[in-house]
């Protein structure tokens, strides 16, 4: 790849509106940022490569989505219509919806199937910037699909520009097969198909459902036992309905991230700061769900520990389809700061995926994956509700996506408004 300076733009490397350089240049060798910083420092050797005027732009690191169960058959759109006209979550499972719905859906699909429904997901996030994404199974809950989800995530990540992290949730729900033997299941997840899983390179990270509907907490322990036993890292669905102590297990296992956390108190707020647990929070499944306990927000600022935010995108809780639409829920319902929730999205967020290092900052000898934003301010970010925003998005060095150029035909839509004209207006 050639080598280039980006210049005309100002720069946010590290995700926070308060650290800005205004004029900066972006020069990019390989692929990898060379050098950054204010335009009138660039060293001379750069001065003489080709330059790319981003017009003023704003810029910041692609965005990082640490929470996602993007890969799934079918949706919920229906049962979200039928409670909606008063049916009871009872009438719902007996009609065969919930999460029952999904998993049967799930394994009925082909990977091509699974791939393009996946995608269809995926592309809206990339065109908002992200660069990086962790995709969950759990919607399997047996060996072959579980493995499908898995390989499906991975495909996503060899066709599309995107980083994708691969986690590994077998423990996400009782399958029925298994009903009233939970324990049973888990020893299928830790003694056969998550070491299966991991030998074929389809597992980056392992995670837990530990809840009063999910996995106890000795359950739970059992697999990040498993995990451990095979090296990879762990993470947790944890205090999301109720304070089962899920966080602070977390913390003794040094997860990269205990998500939810609506419910966590004090004691698991200072063990995830200890362990340098991350809080992932997920506003887009607060809001859905219509949940009304706050996570700990001035505790977790209180103790420092690191405040992520994703997407969780999936068919129950978040059929969510923006990320940016969660800086603004995060700000809205959870009161985050618009610097909380940007580095919640870019430094925070990669570090929850154990990829600080590669993701969600800008610096010399990094990937130059960034994205150009038309807004006059990052505030802007966390501000507008579903207006596309990126202007540009860059990975290691070479354009990805440009915003599409408007596609209104002149002329239809005067005649549109005149077919729709109520008769006798
Ligand atoms: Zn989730």
Redesign the pocket.
Known sequence: MSDLVWHHLNLCARGDPNETIADAALAVRDGDIAWLGAARDLPREFARWPHEDLGGAWVTPSLVDC?T?LVYGGDRADEFAQRLAGASYEEIARRGGGIVSTVRATREADEDALFASAAARLEPLLSEGVGAIEI?SGYGLEFGSERKMLRVARALGRRYPVSVYTTFLGAHALPPEYAGRADAYIDDVCKRMLPALADEGLVDAVDVFCERIGFTLGQSERVFEAATRLNLPVKM?AEQLSLTGGAALSARYRALSA?HLEFLDEAGVQAMKEAGTVAVL?PG?YYFIRETQLPPIDLLRRHGVPIALAT?S?PGTSPSTSLLAMLNLGCTLFRLTVPEVLQGVTRHAARALGRGDRHGELAPNRPADFVAWSVGTLSELAYWMGRPLAARVVRAGATVYTAPASRWISGVAADARASNRPKGA
């Open positions: 929470h169960h969950k669905h998500d997920l499944a969780d999936n």
